[in-house]
């Protein structure tokens, strides 16, 4: 078992570009979550899928930020026009389900925005 | 203000000592997750509870709902304990499972 594996661990980009990171959560778990974590914010939970579905978004920024989980096996988060403030550790998650399961959270991808 | 409270902030603790974290929830939590982010980054999780006490090895949390606090203790510090200790609560919402992280306990443990 791989664990939750997150791509690229590492990205920088210039102002106004597009960054799109890269979820694999563990085989069979049905639960994807995505949060930002700054040393300001601290962790910052910005949406979850379940069973592929959009379930909360809340979290999201309402501009710029997208996410999508087209199969089972993989989940992505979209910037667009990329910011400074966008400077973050994003950080993915998978449980096996919800309501009852732990998380396992991937290594993290630092995002930084010059 | 916030829906998770932990205290201490930060903690500084000898080797082979005894302290115990906290977390205060302001919402109606029904399940208690702890989780440790070591100094590479990686969260790792140590507790999923319900209402209820668990210990694993050094480690020992305990889930109080009615009173909307966890605990988490940790008996003879070691060197590699050290690191940023989180808790997140859920409380279910029509479904919705979303948890909610406080914003962590920095543990440093000095030899």
């Known amino acids: 078992n791989a664990g939750v594996i997150q791509t690229p661990r590492h990205k920088v980009t210039g102002k106004g570009q597009e960054a799109t990171l890269w979820c694999e959560p563990i085989s069979g778990h049905s639960a994807v979550f995505w949060y930002r974590q700054t040393i300001v914010q601290g962790l910052e939970f910005l949406t979850y899928f379940r069973n592929q579905a959009p379930i909360d978004d809340s979290g999201m920024p309402k501009e710029r930020f997208s996410a999508q989980m087209p199969n089972q096996s993989h989940s992505t988060l979209k910037i667009q026009s990329t910011q400074p403030q966008d400077s973050a550790v994003y950080l993915c998650?998978?449980?096996?389900?919800?309501?009852?399961?732990?998380?396992?959270f991937g290594p993290g991808t630092r995002l930084l925005v010059l | 203000g916030d829906k998770v409270k932990q205290s201490p902030s930060a903690l500084s603790l000898q080797e082979g000592t005894n302290s115990a974290l906290r977390c205060n929830f302001s919402?109606?939590?029904?399940?208690v997750q702890w989780f440790l982010q070591n100094p590479r980054g990686s969260l790792i999780n140590l507790f999923y509870?319900?209402?209820g006490t668990k210990e694993n090895g050094r480690l020992k949390s305990t889930f109080n709902s009615k009173e909307s606090y966890s605990t988490l203790h940790i008996r003879d510090a070691q060197l590699e304990d050290s690191g940023t200790y989180f808790c997140?609560?859920?409380?279910?919402?029509?479904?919705?499972?979303?948890?909610?992280f406080g914003k962590g306990t920095s543990l440093v443990v000095h030899p």
């Open positions: 997140a609560a859920e409380a279910a919402s029509g479904g919705n499972y979303k948890p909610t």
């Open positions: 919402i109606a939590a029904t399940t």
């Open positions: 998650a998978s449980s096996p389900g919800t309501g009852g399961h732990t998380q396992y």
């Open positions: 509870l319900v209402p």
